[in-house]
């Protein structure tokens, strides 16, 4: 019988370690030297960080749980994540800090075969080429384009600072790259559209490649080339996760930061400048309010969230960031118990807009890692909604479930007799953050304000970047500061 269950916190079988809620009573006044706004993996990262140099540091955490969107969970006999699936180790930060955390967790990086992704095409999935045999034989790209993507080198950088993602690609690779290759990036990683997206925001170092060398090819030949110190090899590009789930990273950094120094389940959180550095407030679920004292304060939570968290800022400054638009995205965990010998040995299936199907992608987690699911069985995450169908959040568990069974049979070219075992609807109202052309004025009001009150770090993905190695790599240039 298949199990369908909405987002339901009483229903986790496997969670990052919450809650914490069975804290030792906290004094109604506390002094340290940082307050950390927000439990989410860049705010973690940075306290576990700071405690590391002896700094006396607490997190503040609105959630009654620590990991913010990180959530793993075990169901059944399927390993799900109800945020992200993955990250890609883009940053020697990224392994220095599993590295810090050996006794806690460990990384695990995709099996070789996870390196195949798919793109959809006219009716079925193709793999996306890696070299130039597969280029020249993919059916993705026009025959047009393919010869047209030899003059890339040569053609002139563009001089437009907030050119998007889709015009650039336009531009250098042609529209059947674009389509089949870049749209469907963006739809995995954004859930955006590549049209409105800034490439300098949004893709940096694929800006920087044009900007610095002339040319994507040019670029990328100049990197490759480029000596790489021993700190610099381990950014191996491996995608990863935590052996077991991500919430393992989780409890590994709320273990060493500890109990006494985080707070979750904190209402009406408010921050305001004071002699020597800031004051917070908040109150517990038992109504008890709160004060610490601290000289410097990061925040890490949503730009939603900031006009109440900072109430001194000036609304003119503070709408430059407010404004952040963020994609809504519905997740939909599925667990097979036997795929009767189909092969889904691919990283996952990534679907470009022009194709107009109702699912964005699907990532195939148990191809990746190991122990997801059983032997023979499979652990999937289809992801519906994005920016081109907001909709699709208010779609009913059942409209959502038969997504996922067509695309299952249709898509996945699963036997009609394999059904879901385990199935789990996760709905995210404000997922990913889209770096628009206002991302510039953004970053400006973020860095004046900064200037005016010092001591304040307004940290996140408002900026620097989406993913978890970003987070990551953000966190480390914080506590630096």
Same mark, same amino acid.
């Given at each position: 019988?298949?199990?369908?269950?909405?987002?339901?916190?009483?229903?986790?079988?496997?969670?990052?370690?919450?809650?914490?809620?069975?804290?030792?009573?906290?004094?109604?006044?506390?002094?340290?030297?940082?307050?950390?706004?927000?439990?989410?993996?860049?705010g973690?990262?940075?306290?576990f960080?700071?405690?590391?140099?002896?700094?006396?540091?607490?997190?503040?955490?609105?959630?009654?749980?620590?990991?913010?969107?990180?959530?793993?969970?075990?169901?059944?006999n399927?390993?799900?994540?109800?945020?992200?699936?993955?990250?890609s180790?883009?940053?020697?930060?990224?392994?220095?800090?599993?590295?810090?955390?050996?006794?806690?967790?460990?990384?695990?990086?995709?099996?070789?075969?996870?390196?195949?992704?798919?793109?959809?095409?006219?009716?079925?999935?193709?793999?996306?080429?890696?070299?130039?045999?597969?280029?020249?034989?993919?059916?993705?790209?026009?025959?047009?384009?393919?010869?047209?993507?030899?003059?890339?080198?040569?053609?002139?950088?563009?001089?437009?600072?907030?050119?998007?993602?889709?015009?650039?690609?336009?531009?250098?690779?042609?529209?059947?790259?674009?389509?089949?290759?870049?749209?469907?990036?963006?739809?995995?990683?954004?859930?955006?559209?590549?049209?409105?997206l800034?490439?300098?925001?949004?893709?940096?170092?694929?800006?920087?490649?044009?900007?610095?060398?002339?040319?994507?090819?040019?670029?990328?030949?100049?990197?490759?080339?480029?000596p790489?110190?021993?700190?610099?090899?381990?950014?191996?590009?491996?995608?990863?996760? *935590?052996?077991? #789930?991500?919430?393992? $990273?989780?409890?590994? %950094? /709320?273990?060493?930061?500890?109990?006494?120094? @985080?707070?979750?389940?904190?209402?009406?959180?408010?921050?305001?400048?004071?002699?020597?550095?800031?004051?917070?407030?908040?109150?517990?679920?038992?109504?008890?309010?709160?004060?610490?004292?601290?000289?410097?304060?990061?925040?890490?939570?949503?730009?939603?969230?900031?006009?109440?968290?900072?109430?001194?800022?000036?609304?003119?400054?503070?709408?430059?960031i407010?404004?952040?638009?963020?994609?809504?995205?519905?997740?939909?965990?599925?667990?097979?118990?036997?795929?009767?010998?189909?092969?889904?040995?691919?990283?996952?299936?990534?679907?470009?807009?022009?194709?107009?199907?109702q699912?964005?992608?699907?990532?195939f987690?148990?191809?990746?890692?190991?122990?997801? *699911?059983?032997? #023979?069985?499979?652990? $999937?995450?289809?992801? %519906? /909604?994005?920016?081109?169908?907001?909709?699709? @959040?208010?779609?009913?568990?059942?409209?959502?479930?038969?997504?996922?069974?067509?695309?299952?049979?249709?898509?996945?070219?699963?036997?009609?007799?394999?059904?879901?075992?385990?199935?789990?609807?996760?709905?995210?109202?404000?997922?990913?953050?889209?770096?628009?052309a206002?991302?510039?004025?953004?970053?400006?009001?973020?860095?004046?304000?900064?200037?005016?009150?010092?001591?304040?770090?307004?940290?996140?993905?408002?900026?620097?970047?989406?993913?978890?190695?970003?987070?990551?790599?953000?966190?480390?240039?914080?506590?630096?500061?």
């Open positions: 019988m298949i199990k369908r269950m909405a987002e339901n916190k009483d229903n986790f079988s496997v969670e990052s370690k919450p809650t914490h809620e069975h804290q030792p009573a906290q004094e109604a006044t506390r002094h340290v030297d940082v307050c950390v706004i927000g439990a989410g993996l860049t973690l990262t940075t306290a960080l700071l405690k590391r140099k002896g700094k006396e540091v607490v997190v503040i955490e609105k959630q009654p749980r620590i990991g913010g969107q990180i959530h793993t969970q075990q169901v059944g399927y390993i799900m994540e109800s945020g992200p699936n993955t990250g180790v883009s940053f020697p930060e990224v392994a220095e800090l599993f590295e810090a955390l050996s006794k806690g967790c460990s990384m695990e990086t995709a099996c070789e075969s996870s390196k195949r992704r798919w793109i959809w095409k006219g009716g079925r999935f193709h793999d996306l080429p890696a070299g130039l045999i597969g280029g020249l034989r993919t059916p993705l790209f026009t025959w047009y384009d393919k010869f047209r993507i030899l003059g890339e080198p040569f053609r002139a950088k563009g001089t437009n600072p907030d050119e998007t993602v889709g015009a650039l690609a336009a531009r250098r690779l042609g529209k059947s790259y674009l389509d089949y290759a870049v749209d469907s990036f963006v739809s995995g990683v954004y859930a955006g559209n590549p049209m409105t800034v490439t300098r925001f949004a893709l940096p170092k694929l800006y920087l490649l044009e900007q610095e060398h002339g040319s994507f090819i040019r670029g990328a030949i100049a990197k490759a080339k480029a790489k110190t021993e700190r610099d090899r381990q950014a191996t590009k491996k995608v990863f996760s *935590a052996r077991g #789930g991500l919430s393992h $990273l989780v409890n590994a %950094l /709320g273990d060493a930061i500890g109990a006494t120094h @985080l707070i979750t389940g904190a209402d009406g959180v408010e921050i305001n400048p004071t002699e020597g550095g800031y004051v917070v407030k908040y109150t517990t679920d038992l109504g008890q309010a709160h004060t610490v004292y601290c000289h410097q304060v990061v925040t890490t939570c949503g730009a939603y969230a900031l006009p109440a968290l900072l109430p001194f800022i000036q609304q003119s400054l503070m709408s430059k407010s404004n952040l638009f963020y994609a809504p995205i519905v997740q939909v965990g599925v667990g097979i118990k036997d795929t009767q010998g189909v092969s889904l040995r691919a990283f996952g299936g990534l679907v470009p807009s022009c194709e107009k199907q699912v964005l992608g699907i990532l987690p148990s191809s990746c890692f190991e122990n997801r *699911a059983p032997l #023979g069985g499979a652990t $999937l995450s289809f992801f %519906l /909604g994005g920016v081109r169908h907001p909709d699709f @959040l208010s779609k009913t568990d059942e409209e959502l479930t038969a997504i996922v069974e067509d695309a299952l049979h249709r898509m996945l070219k699963l036997p009609a007799s394999v059904q879901p075992d385990a199935i789990r609807i996760f709905r995210h109202e404000r997922a990913i953050p889209q770096y628009v206002s991302s510039g004025d953004r970053y400006a009001a973020i860095e004046q304000i900064q200037q005016q009150y010092p001591g304040l770090i307004l940290a996140g993905n408002i900026r620097d970047g989406i993913g978890m190695a970003h987070r990551i790599r953000q966190a480390f240039e914080v506590a630096k500061q």
